[in-house]
């Protein structure tokens, strides 16, 4: 069983440029939730993907977006890069209809 | 407004002590109450769950005490060791439009000495 992977691992982007965050989901789970962490807090939910349509999302502006294909991999999209999106983002897959979330390693985004 | 509080923000345990961590909700409709493990560099580890129907849940050295009426649980660490040193963050979920969004403490760092 493959579990879940980010891409890239570390990432430096200047203020308002865009990037793009790439994660698989655990094999078998259809469902991405995307989460942002500032350093010494906890993860916030960001939105989360189901059958490529987002379903939800928390406290964050439009310009963040993202897409889910079909084979259920996901993509987070942040555009107009401001200092304070820096943090490490991660993305977790689960099962319609379980509450079991498991996390990828993240990927560090620094934004100079 | 944080809805899930976590204490202490760190804490120091020497090998083979308890480790105990403790965490408080408002919003009476979650129903899922997970703990992660986080190492530095790496993403949250699913270490134990519970739901509001059971009061304990035991997985190895670990256990989670929830208190349903208080609205707190804690995780208990027996025979901490410092490959137990690590992040912990709890977190809690309901069900409802957007299904098992997790809302997360901000963490204990957990530091054991041999």
């Known amino acids: 069983e493959t579990g879940v992977t980010q891409s890239p691992t570390h990432l430096i982007k200047t203020r308002g440029q865009q990037v793009t965050l790439r994660c698989s989901s655990q094999?078998?789970?259809?469902?991405v939730s995307w989460y942002q962490q500032a350093l010494g807090q906890g993860p916030q939910f960001i939105f989360q993907y189901y059958r490529e349509e987002e379903n939800g999302r928390g406290n964050f502006p439009p310009r963040f977006s993202g897409l889910q294909f079909p084979n259920y991999s996901s993509e987070l999209n942040v555009n107009a890069l401001e200092l304070d999106d820096s943090a490490l983002y991660l993305c977790?897959?689960?099962?319609?209809?379980?509450?079991?979330?498991?996390f990828g390693p993240g990927t560090r985004l620094t934004v100079t | 407004q944080q809805q899930v509080k976590q204490s202490p923000q760190s804490l120091i345990v020497q090998k083979g002590g308890i480790s105990i961590i403790n965490c408080a909700y408002e919003?009476?409709?979650?129903?899922?109450f997970p703990w992660y493990q986080q190492f530095p560099g790496k993403g949250p580890a699913l270490l134990i769950a519970?739901?509001?129907?059971?009061s304990e849940k035991k997985e190895g050295r670990f256990t989670i005490s929830f208190n349903k009426s208080a609205k707190q649980f804690s995780l208990h660490i027996m025979d901490s060791q410092p490959g137990d040193s690590a992040t912990y963050f709890c977190?809690?979920?309901?069900?409802?439009?957007?299904?098992?969004?997790?809302?997360f403490g901000r963490g204990t760092q957990l530091t054991v000495w041999p």
């Open positions: 919003n009476t409709a979650f129903d899922y």
């Open positions: 519970i739901r509001p129907d059971v």
């Open positions: 094999s078998g789970h259809n469902t």
């Open positions: 977190a809690a979920s309901r069900r409802g439009s957007t299904l098992g969004r997790l809302y």
């Open positions: 977790a897959s689960s099962l319609r209809g379980r509450n079991e979330q498991y």
